[in-house]
């Protein structure tokens, strides 16, 4: 199983972006996907998970009403990503989580994107 995480750059406050999770490897029946972000010298933090289904989703309080995360097919995995904040620079990484209970914490996500950096400038 292979994640690869794309989409980031710079954008200014208030700005967008679209960040893509695309899949590879064996069949995901059943997974959850999640994004999670990364300031360096702090702890991994939860952003948004999906079910397979693509009927539960949830967020981050910091990031609900501006983030929307979606299941565009099976092997991907878009993080919307609206009204930024300089806040939300960040290292954003995919997750997966052979799981169809949806956590909102790192430790059941078993397989990892390697990161797309996310700035934004105020």
């Known amino acids: 199983v292979q994640l690869q995480a794309s989409g980031g750059g710079l954008v200014q406050a208030g700005g967008s972006l679209r960040l893509s999770c695309t899949a590879s490897?064996?069949?995901?029946?059943?997974?959850?996907m999640g994004w999670f972000r990364q300031i360096p010298g702090k702890r991994r933090e939860f952003a948004a998970a999906?079910?397979?289904?693509?009927?539960?989703t949830y967020y981050a309080d910091s990031v609900k009403g501006r983030f929307t995360i979606s299941r565009d097919s099976a092997k991907n995995t878009p993080l919307q990503m609206n009204s930024l904040k300089p806040e939300d620079t960040a290292v954003y990484y995919c997750?997966?989580?052979?799981?169809?209970?949806?956590?909102?914490?790192?430790?059941?996500?078993?397989?990892w994107g390697q990161g797309t950096q996310v700035t934004v400038s105020s």
């Open positions: 999906i079910s397979w289904s693509g009927s539960t």
């Open positions: 490897g064996r069949p995901f029946s059943g997974a959850t």
């Open positions: 997750a997966l989580a052979s799981t169809r209970v949806v956590p909102t914490n790192s430790g059941p996500y078993n397989y």
